[in-house]
């Protein structure tokens, strides 16, 4: 079982091999702006529910929201964003 991270980290790659595959035959057809939306929309089921589990595996509450976690979550949503646009562009 120590090794198991082996096989995930290949399986990981593997599978954003195939997102940047199909984001880059989505944005054939949509622009850059669109694709990268499509991604953000696309993965957020899956973060919220990776949220709800970790808070259920580790017994938390809902984080406290004051404008500095807000701060951070809006500076940290922005970079992705970006970050997406322009791969999605250099593509």
Known sequence: MDLIWIPI???AALMQAVRTAAQKS???R???WMTTYVRSLFALPFALGWLAL???WEGLGVPE?????L???FAAAAVQV??????????
Do not use: K, P, Q
């Open 9 to 11: 980290a290949i399986f």
């Open 82 to 91: 970006i970050a997406t646009y322009l791969l999605i562009w250099l593509f």
């Open 26 to 28: 989505l944005n054939a």
């Open 54 to 56: 970790v808070m259920h």
């Open 71 to 73: 701060g951070y979550c």
């Open 65 to 69: 929201l004051d404008a500095r976690y």
């Open 30 to 32: 949509l622009s850059t």
